[in-house]
């Protein structure tokens, strides 16, 4: 029976319609009377499922339809995969007319291309079906996203949570973001009681005052704080602490960090002893050389006024602050040539003076090649340092010494002297893997503190020797300075990313010598865009490690790399 032309032009009108809310929508719209016949259909059904279009005009059977698309894969709909499923067309048409006649249905269906797509179906009281198609591939892109990055915050605040000396993080308006439960032992108080607050509503306003012009320096000029302080808990005992503040983060995301190295023993009487080797350099490990025996040194007096400490190894440099700031000097660490040269900038600039400067060879190496106009002290101390008689070889590199403006007698560098640093921080040799060292020795380049926090946790976990620095620049200083087993390369860093510090060192060793050896350089990285791995091979990198990181994971990459996987102890 041939429709009439007003039939005709309320159905096209009622197409026009569909197509265009579907249109609007982004969504595929299909409708279906009480008999299972194809009412009206949009066209963005083809993009789903491959059809022939004469399936898709009204009069059209729902199991003719379903037939069709199970031939064109559509059979992976009900696995929770995405895979084929091994079920017959019968029975897969007979589960799918059965949802069709479900009052409501909806799911969430992975198809054989990778899409995910949402199906919904709603039955009116009139029996007619209207069903809809969705493709949400994105937002499961995200939700996937998201729970990976919970997973790492969890991880993150884990591993805080188990640090023995307190933590906290602090945004640009100085708000607690993050802080571990040795922390929150001080006052006494629930996280959650702390989070989102500032120091005004948890401290007295002096005290608190006094945190926030701290931070708020630090925030703003990116300079280091270190302090050694008396930090008071809320069952009245004290702890006697050095105080460490760091930024991190970006341009207009800054965060300030502060972490409280406890030094109460120290404080009781039991003064700090530099006279411990490192922990692959002792013939037993934790044992300290005799006074007088290879392997022992002193720290040099302590100038009086404004001493800066040039020293790459931040605990070593922390416990050095603590001790001129007990003899009565102002003392200041900084662990980078660039924050060397920004501090002396600011200095200047405020008319201070520095009566003293200690600095490692290492620090002294990377400085000689930085523009040093108007940085006389600082240029003497890099030439004097320079040209001093080059200690013995060892594990580690030398400790600072008093160079310029420093009246003190300076510690005896003979033979029978070696550097000294604290143990969990690792120090490289001239060669890789040599014969005569036990313990696997790893440099970890990465910007992030709670990274770096997670990096130290892992790699004392899997028992190697480590040390880590903060930006490709380091990484290439510290590489110079004495060679690693194996290079952990971060690759978006500041001053210097990952793989401009990885060629620099590829370079480097080109127009080495011959016996430098290769290190094997691994890149660490939470990017998971195309081309990224072929960027850092290109850039003389040799394997991929995702983040987040796991000990299985870095255990199973430095067991690849290295050839004496005796020398690592199990993961635990």
Do not use: C
């Given at each position: 029976m041939a429709l009439s032309e007003n039939e005709l032009q309320r159905n096209c009108c009622e197409a026009r319609t569909i197509e265009g809310l579907a249109s609007t929508l982004d969504i595929a719209i299909a409708i279906f009377d009480r008999n299972d016949i194809l009412v009206a259909v949009s066209t963005q059904f083809l993009s789903f499922f491959s059809v022939s279009p004469d399936l898709l005009t009204p009069?059209?059977?729902?199991?003719?339809?379903?037939?069709?698309?199970?031939?064109?894969?559509?059979?992976?709909?009900?696995?929770?995969?995405?895979?084929?499923?091994?079920?017959?067309?019968?029975?897969?048409?007979?589960?799918?007319?059965?949802?069709?006649?479900?009052?409501?249905?909806?799911?969430?269906?992975?198809?054989?291309?990778?899409?995910?797509?949402?199906?919904?179906?709603?039955?009116?009281?009139?029996?007619?079906?209207?069903?809809?198609?969705?493709?949400?591939?994105?937002?499961?892109?995200?939700?996937?996203?998201?729970?990976?990055?919970?997973?790492q915050a969890e991880l993150a605040q884990h591993i805080l949570d188990n640090l023995v000396n307190p933590v906290i993080v602090k945004d640009s308006a100085l708000r607690y973001v993050i802080v571990n439960e040795a922390f929150c032992r001080i006052p006494g108080l629930h996280p959650k009681q702390v989070?989102?607050?500032?120091?005004?509503?948890?401290?007295?306003?002096?005290?608190?005052?006094?945190?926030?012009?701290v931070e708020r320096h630090v925030l703003e000029t990116g300079m280091p704080f270190d302090a050694k302080e008396d930090i008071y808990r809320a069952d009245g005992s004290v702890m006697n602490a050095i105080t460490r503040a760091r930024r991190s983060g970006t341009p207009g995301h800054y965060y300030v960090t502060v972490s409280f190295d406890d030094i109460s023993a120290l404080a009781l009487g039991e003064k700090y002893s530099p006279d411990i080797t490192s922990r692959y350099d002792a013939d037993v490990p934790g044992e300290?050389?005799?006074?007088?025996?290879?392997?022992?040194?002193?720290?040099?007096?302590?100038?009086?006024?404004?001493?800066?400490?040039?020293?790459?190894?931040?605990?070593?440099?922390?416990?050095?602050?603590?001790?001129?700031?007990?003899?009565?000097?102002?003392?200041?660490?900084?662990?980078?040539?660039?924050?060397?040269?920004?501090?002396?900038?600011?200095?200047?600039?405020?008319?201070?003076?520095?009566?003293?400067?200690?600095?490692t060879v290492e620090m002294a190496t990377s400085l000689s090649g930085a523009a040093l106009s108007g940085h006389d002290d600082l240029r003497k101390a890099v030439q004097e340092r320079l040209t001093r008689e080059a200690p013995p070889s060892t594990d580690a590199p030398s400790r600072p010494e008093p160079v310029a403006g420093d009246e003190a007698a300076a510690p005896d560098t003979s033979a029978s002297t070696q550097p000294v640093h604290p143990q969990g921080a690792y120090q490289p040799q001239a060669s890789v893997a040599s014969p005569g060292r036990d313990r696997i020795r790893v440099l970890v380049a990465e910007d992030n503190d709670v990274n770096q926090i997670v990096f130290e946790q892992i790699l004392e976990g899997i028992g190697v020797d480590f040390r880590i620095v903060s930006n490709g620049q380091e990484a290439v200083a510290a590489w110079r300075a004495s060679v690693p087993d194996l290079i952990l390369m971060d690759v978006s860093m500041p001053v210097m990313n990952g793989l401009q510090a990885s060629q620099a060192i590829r370079d480097a060793e080109l127009a080495g010598s011959e016996d430098q050896g290769h290190v094997p350089i691994i890149a660490v990285t939470a990017h998971a865009m195309s081309g990224d791995r072929e960027r850092c091979y290109a850039a003389g990198m040799d394997d991929y490690l995702s983040k987040p990181v796991s000990p299985e994971k870095l255990e199973s990459i430095i067991k690849k790399w290295i050839d004496r996987p005796d020398r690592m102890l199990a993961a635990g």
């Open positions: 009069g059209a059977r729902l199991r003719d339809l379903l037939n069709a698309m199970y031939d064109a894969g559509a059979r992976v709909l009900g696995s929770l995969n995405g895979k084929p499923r091994s079920i017959s067309r019968e029975d897969w048409v007979a589960e799918r007319i059965a949802i069709h006649w479900r009052e409501r249905y909806e799911s969430v269906e992975k198809l054989p291309d990778g899409r995910w797509i949402r199906m919904r179906k709603r039955r009116l009281p009139d029996g007619v079906l209207i069903a809809t198609i969705q493709d949400v591939s994105e937002q499961k892109r995200r939700d996937a996203e998201l729970s990976r990055i919970r997973h989070i989102g607050r500032t120091a005004r509503e948890l401290v007295e306003p002096e005290l608190a005052a006094r945190f926030e012009e300290e050389p005799e006074a007088g025996a290879p392997g022992a040194s002193a720290l040099p007096e302590a100038p009086a006024g404004r001493v800066l400490i040039l020293d790459q190894d931040r605990d070593r440099s922390a416990l050095r602050v603590a001790e001129l700031i007990e003899a009565g000097s102002d003392a200041v660490a900084i662990a980078s040539a660039d924050e060397a040269l920004a501090f002396l900038d600011a200095v200047k600039s405020f008319n201070l003076a520095i009566s003293g400067i200690e600095i």
